[in-house]
């Protein structure tokens, strides 16, 4: 199985910053990478799929980059809305994988 | 808008079969693949397998030949059961769908959580 590891695992920030989360798989994955924003009590809302394409309707503040093995999620200014958790996925093979998580939390 | 709703049975005892279905209205359902998730606080969010509307499936190795994902096109439907559950399959299962297999799930359902207790 391709194993994704996420960091940091949890991160402290303040609205109007700029965040990025790094995302590592144990090999090659190409672009088929894909980030998810989950806020408790409910199911994951999609991002970004193929590493850096932006789903339909997520803002713009909101982009992704990488290839291979290491891949980056960045929020450019923090919004109320943005707190929360933050996982990737590997869709290269199967069995299909993610990353561990990355709370991002108001400091 | 395509719109997931999900259901079935909540608490179950060793040993049992967990049922889920799912179903999927606005969209076409044979354009998507549908997948369950599962996430529990020890193991994070976990791939359980794929369907398309062929019947084609993809299943995760980790659950031992133990989980079935079925389909019903003239329903819009798709099923999950997972046989001889322990507390290690106690989680939050969510159905899912993607335009493509491997472009993400851009639909979830609401979530179902599964308890297993004697």
């Known amino acids: 199985d391709i194993q994704l590891t996420q960091s940091p695992s949890f991160l402290s920030a303040s609205v109007g910053d700029r965040v990025t989360i790094t995302c590592r798989a144990s090999?090659?994955?190409?672009?088929?990478l894909a980030w998810y924003q989950q806020k408790p009590g409910k199911a994951p809302q999609l991002l970004i799929y193929?590493?850096?394409t932006l789903q339909s309707g997520v803002p713009s503040r909101f982009s992704g980059s990488g290839s291979g093995t290491e891949f980056t999620l960045t929020i450019s200014s923090l919004q109320p809305e943005d707190f929360a958790t933050y996982y990737c996925?590997?869709?290269?093979?199967?069995?299909?994988?993610f990353g561990q998580g990355t709370k991002l939390e108001i400091k | 808008q395509v719109q997931l709703q999900q259901w079935g049975a909540g608490l179950l005892k060793p040993s049992e079969t967990l049922s889920l279905t799912c179903a999927v209205y606005?969209?076409?359902?044979?354009?998507?693949?549908w997948s369950w998730i599962r996430q529990s606080p020890g193991k994070g969010l976990e791939w359980i397998g794929e369907?398309?509307?062929?019947?084609?499936?993809n299943y995760n190795p980790s659950l031992k030949g133990r989980v079935t994902i079925s389909v019903d096109t003239s329903k819009n439907q798709f099923s999950l059961k997972l046989t001889s559950v322990t507390a290690a399959d106690t989680a939050v299962y969510f159905c899912?769908?993607?335009?493509?297999?491997?472009?993400?799930?851009?639909?979830w359902g609401q979530g179902t959580l599964v308890t297993v207790s004697s």
């Open positions: 899912a769908g993607g335009y493509t297999n491997v472009d993400g799930f851009d639909y």
């Open positions: 606005g969209g076409s359902f044979s354009d998507y693949y």
């Open positions: 369907i398309n509307h062929s019947g084609d499936t």
């Open positions: 090999q090659g994955i190409s672009s088929y």
């Open positions: 193929a590493a850096s």
């Open positions: 996925q590997q869709l290269n093979s199967y069995p299909r994988t």
